[in-house]
C-alpha cells in the first residue's frame, strides 16, 4: 500500500492487521529513506537503529518468505510504504513480485496537517509524483482516504475485491493501542490513531492551509487528480 504522509495510512494498516490471515508492516524503507537522505526526522537515530539502511535487504525481506500468524505463514503480507521513500536509486525490479494498491488525499489536507509536524513540507517530502510514477509503473487499485471514512466497509469491500482476497468485516474495527508492528517513531505520529478502536468520521470542513503552503498545494494538486481519476 502505497501513500503519501498524513493519510490515514496507519490506520488502514490497523485494519488489515485486524484480519486474522495478515501480518504487516509498517515502512521498513523509512531508515534507508533517512540513511540516504541525511533529513533530520523526529526520532531519526532510533529510525536508523531500528531497520536495515540498504534498500538491497529490505526489498529481499519484502519478496521472501512471510511470516506466521496463528500457527502458519499468513495469506496477505500488508506493507506500509510511503512513496517518497522509495528515492530514484533503488532498483524498481523487485516491485514485481509484489501487488500495489493506492491511498491518495486532497494534498490541502495532507499538507496542513504535515505542517503541524514539520513546518515547511516539499513537494517530495508528501510523495505525490513518486506515487504517480509508481502507479504509472505497476498499476493497482486507487482509495481516497475521504472515500475510507465516509464508508468504510463499502470502501474496502471493493478494494479487497481488487486485490483478489476476501473481504473480512473485522476490517472496521481494532482495539486501542500501541502494536508491537509499529514503527519507533509511532510517538511523534501516531497519537490518534493509538486512541482509536475504528476509522474516524468524515470531517468535511476545509482543511487550514497556512499561506505560505498555498502553493505547494497548487503544486500538488495535478498529481493527486491524476491519480483520483482511478480511484475505486
Known amino acids: 500500500m502505497w501513500s503519501g504522509p498524513r493519510n490515514i495510512s496507519t490506520a488502514m494498516m490497523r485494519s488489515f492487521d485486524a484480519r486474522a490471515d495478515t501480518v504487516v508492516v509498517d515502512e521498513p524503507l523509512y531508515a534507508y529513506y533517512l540513511a540516504a537522505t541525511g533529513l533530520d526526522h523526529p526520532g531519526r537515530d532510533q ?48 516491485l514485481r513480485a509484489l501487488t500495489h494498491a493506492h491511498l491518495i488525499r486532497d494534498p490541502a489536507y495532507v499538507i496542513a496537517s504535515y505542517a503541524k509536524v514539520r513546518d515547511q513540507p516539499t513537494l517530495d517530502d508528501i510523495g505525490l509524483p513518486q506515487q504517480v510514477e509508481i502507479f504509472e509503473r505497476f498499476g493497482g487499485p486507487v482509495v481516497d482516504g475521504a472515500d475510507v471514512l465516509r ?82
Open 47 to 94: 529510525i536508523l537503529a531500528s531497520q536495515p539502511t540498504s534498500w538491497e535487504a529490505v526489498a529481499e525481506a519484502l519478496t521472501g518468505p512471510v511470516a506466521e500468524r496463528s500457527g502458519g505463514p499468513a495469506a496477505v503480507f500488508y506493507q506500509k510504504h510511503m512513496t517518497h521513500h522509495l528515492l530514484p536509486e533503488v532498483d524498481r525490479g523487485w
Open 151 to 232: 464508508d468504510p466497509a463499502s470502501t474496502l469491500e471493493r478494494l479487497c475485491a481488487a486485490l483478489g482476497i476476501a473481504w473480512d468485516p473485522a476490517m472496521l474495527s481494532w482495539p486501542a493501542g500501541r502494536r508491537a508492528t509499529d514503527g519507533v517513531w509511532a510517538p511523534y505520529w501516531y497519537a490518534t490513531v493509538e486512541a482509536s478502536t475504528g476509522f474516524a468520521p468524515y470531517d468535511p470542513k476545509p482543511a487550514d492551509v497556512p499561506d505560505r503552503l498555498r502553493p505547494l498545494v497548487d503544486e500538488a494538486m495535478p498529481y493527486y487528480q491524476a491519480l483520483s481519476a482511478y480511484r475505486l
